[in-house]
C-alpha cells in the first residue's frame, strides 16, 4: 500500500467518525456541525468569492512579506559570516530575537504602523527574517574551505566568488532555511489577520468565531490547512530534495 492510499483512507475514516459523531451528538449545529455542512459552507463561500477573495488577500500579503524577508535575512547572513564584528554584534542580537514569537510583535505594529496591512506585512516579515538570517549565516559558513581555496588560487574576489562559489555551494541550506521561514511568516499571518482588519483568512476565521458559524471557521481552518500543506509538501520539500539530489547529499 502506498503512502499516498494510506492518507487518503485514513482521512476517510476521519471523515466518516466526523459524519457519524456529528449527527449522533446532542450538541446544536453551530457547536459541532457535520462534515457535510462544513463542505456546503466552503463550496458556496468559493462559489461567492468570498473564501477565494480571502485567498487572494492573505497569498499577497505573504509573498511581499516573504519576499523582503528572503532579501533581508540574506543581507544580514552575509554580513554576520563575512565580519566578525557583525557576528559578535548582529548575530548575537538575531539569535535572541528568533526566540520571539511573531505575535508578540504585533502590539508594537498597530503603534508604529496603526491597525492595517503594514501591521500584518511587518510580523509576517518578521516571522521569516530571523530564521532566514539564521539559516544563511549557516550556509556561507559551512562552504567547504577547499572550494574557497580553489576559487580564490583562481583569482576569484568579491561579488565573482559570492556568486559563483559562496551562493552555490549554500543552497541546500538556504532552501532548507526557507522552507522553514515560510512556514513561521504563514503562521505568522493567520496570527495577524486574526487580530488585525482588512480581510484575508485569519480575518474571515475571526469573523466566523463573533457571528458563531462554526461551519465557517472549521472551512476556513480547512483551506488553511491544504494551502500549508502544498507550500510544505509540494513546494518545498519537492525542491529540498531536488537540490540534495543535484549536490549528492540526498540517500535517493
Request: aromatic content about 10%; charged content about 10%.
Amino acid at each position: 500500500m502506498t503512502t499516498a492510499l494510506r492518507r487518503i483512507i485514513f482521512i476517510a475514516m476521519i471523515a466518516v467518525i466526523w459524519e457519524i459523531t456529528s449527527r449522533l451528538s446532542s450538541l446544536p449545529d453551530f457547536m459541532f456541525p457535520s462534515l457535510t455542512q462544513v463542505f456546503e459552507t466552503l463550496f458556496n463561500g468559493i462559489i461567492n468569492g468570498q473564501i477565494l477573495e480571502a485567498i487572494g488577500k492573505s497569498m499577497s500579503r505573504l509573498l511581499i512579506g516573504f519576499a523582503i524577508a528572503i532579501i533581508v535575512g540574506l543581507i544580514l547572513g552575509y554580513l554576520i559570516w563575512r565580519f566578525k564584528l557583525m557576528e559578535d554584534t548582529i548575530g548575537f542580537v538575531v539569535t535572541a530575537l528568533q526566540s520571539i514569537p511573531s505575535i508578540v510583535w504585533f502590539p508594537i505594529a498597530i503603534i508604529w504602523f496603526g491597525l492595517n496591512d503594514l501591521s500584518i506585512l511587518f510580523i509576517v516579515t518578521i516571522g521569516a527574517t530571523w530564521t532566514m538570517t539564521i539559516s544563511a549565516t549557516s550556509g556561507f559558513k559551512n562552504v567547504p574551505q577547499l572550494y574557497q581555496r580553489v576559487a580564490k588560487t583562481y583569482g576569484s574576489s568579491g561579488m565573482h566568488f559570492l556568486r559563483t562559489v559562496i551562493l552555490p555551494a549554500s543552497v541546500p541550506q538556504l532552501i532548507s532555511g526557507l522552507r522553514i521561514a515560510w512556514a513561521f511568516s504563514w503562521r505568522a499571518l493567520m496570527a495577524g489577520e486574526l487580530l488585525g482588519a482588512g480581510g484575508g483568512l485569519g480575518y474571515l476565521l475571526e469573523t466566523g468565531r463573533s457571528l458563531g458559524q462554526m461551519d465557517l471557521v472549521i472551512s476556513v481552518m480547512i483551506i488553511i490547512a491544504i494551502i500549508g500543506t502544498i507550500m510544505d509538501n509540494v513546494v518545498f520539500l519537492k525542491l529540498e530534495k531536488n537540490v540534495q539530489r543535484k549536490w549528492g547529499v540526498s540517500q535517493v
